[in-house]
């Protein structure tokens, strides 16, 4: 198989009772670790109004780019490596919190991937001996009357819904237009640093080992 990352995000939240930040302390703190700030003067706000909101790619370095959202207090950098992304948020989560004082502010860390796995097999194929490994489809096709089996496979931690902060959801689903293909999107949360750092870290390789387990190569 071949995993193939077309974006790997990791963000932070502030606590919002922190917020508003000055724009002009954000541009001068993404600038000292090499960002170029990538707003026109005309979509930059008046210094009287930079503490209002500001949303979306506003520094750009080699592959890296970041992102902020002023309005919840979040900001990001994306790269499609991740190795990569981890080092550039670290040098932006290090040179922000520096300059603004806000380290013991951090509500909770996120980390986001996109991208597809190429498998040798097709993965109607896989999907099937999967499903075939699990009695409960048996009893699924006798309720629907037809055979039937899972499209793609989707883990999150039991017991947990969306909006916390300790939270996973990834998603293994067939790409429609190629049969060789999985869709791959993922979604890391916690309020530890380290852990959503060792997730990105070790990502391609659960994802590997999931795609064996579930009969394909």
Known sequence: MKIELSRVRLSLRYREVMFPLDLDEVFDGIQTVGYAVTLDNESIPSRSDARIDVTGPIGKKGEATFDINMDRAIFGVSTP????????????????????????????????LNGGIKTKEATAEILEGFGARLQIFEQLGEIWGEPVTNFGLRLSPPGRIANQEEFFDVKIVPNLRRGDEFGLDAVYRSAEKTKCLRFVERFEDHVSKTIELMGGA
């Open 81 to 112: 490596e991740p190795r990569l992304t981890i080092e550039e948020f670290q040098s932006v989560e290090g040179s922000l919190n520096s300059l603004l004082d806000m380290s013991n502010s951090v509500w909770f860390y996120e980390a986001i």
